[in-house]
T-cell receptor, first 113, second 115 residues
Framework: LAKTTQPISMDSYEGQEVNITCSHN???????ITWYQQFPSQGPRFIIQ???TKVTNEVASLFIPADRKSSTLSLPRVSLSDTAVYYC??????????????FGTGTRLTVIP | GAVVSQHPSWVICKSGTSVKIECRSL??????MFWYRQFPKQSLMLMAT?????????EQGVEKDKFLINHASLTLSTLTVTSAHPEDSSFYIC???????????FGPGTRLTVT
């Protein structure tokens, strides 16, 4: 039972910054927010994880407002190879029944030349 | 980073036969692993949680007698699709958390085609 909401799809031109927002109104105090990327016929790949404010790594940035009811994955200067489905999951420790085991629809990002 | 492998990467079998899919954590131990199924253009659907040394926990609607899960060691979980039918054709993906982390590391997936 995924408790996240994302846009179904987005298009962007190469070189632009892309921001994908995920709503998680019922996030719990102990929940973390994790984003995955999936290419066709491959397993998802971990992108970034955060709890609050801003997290940045070599691939993306994650912005989380103070109320934590949403989060935004930011991909700087996308390229064609960033075309993929992006999933946002929220939850605490991974265990049977944990919310972060249930994938929502994800956002299909298409990068246009 | 943590690496999870799956074998085979693809398999074609005849209806009525059984197929075993292996999931291995290559550079870490995983007392828990997760099995997902993904149909074309759809999201991942959790099938079951595999627990080392104990029975798997299946999600509602997943037949435990059809999808047999064995987690015999700290690095290996297997999913056996018994008496496979064409509707079982799908992309099967396993994952494992690293220690007490909150993120999952996924295998590359296994494409099963039942003819």
């Amino acid at each position: 039972l995924a408790k996240t909401t994302q846009p179904i799809s987005m298009d962007s031109y190469e070189g632009q910054e892309v921001n994908i927002t995920c709503s998680h109104n019922n996030i719990a105090t102990n929940d973390y927010i994790t984003w995955y990327q999936q290419f066709p016929s491959q397993g998802p790949r971990f992108i970034i994880q955060g709890y609050k404010t801003k997290v940045t790594n070599e691939v993306a940035s994650l912005f989380i407002p103070a109320d934590r009811k949403s989060s935004t994955l930011s991909l700087p200067r996308v390229s064609l190879s960033d075309t993929a489905v992006y999933y946002c999951l929220v939850g605490g420790a991974l265990r049977t029944g944990a919310n972060n085991l249930f994938f929502g629809t994800g956002t299909r990002l298409t990068v246009i030349p | 980073g943590a690496v999870v492998s799956q074998h085979p990467s693809w398999v074609i079998c005849k209806s009525g036969t059984s197929v075993k899919i292996e999931c291995r954590s290559l550079d870490f131990q995983a007392t828990t692993m997760f099995w997902y199924r993904q149909f074309p253009k759809q999201s991942l659907m959790l099938m079951a949680t595999s627990n080392e040394g104990s029975k798997a926990t299946y999600e509602q609607g997943v037949e435990k007698d059809k999808f047999l899960i064995n987690h015999a060691s700290l690095t290996l979980s297997t999913l056996t699709v018994t008496s496979a039918h064409p509707e079982d054709s799908s992309f099967y993906i396993c994952s494992a958390p690293l220690g007490t982390s909150y993120e999952q590391y996924f295998g590359p997936g296994t494409r099963l085609t039942v003819t």
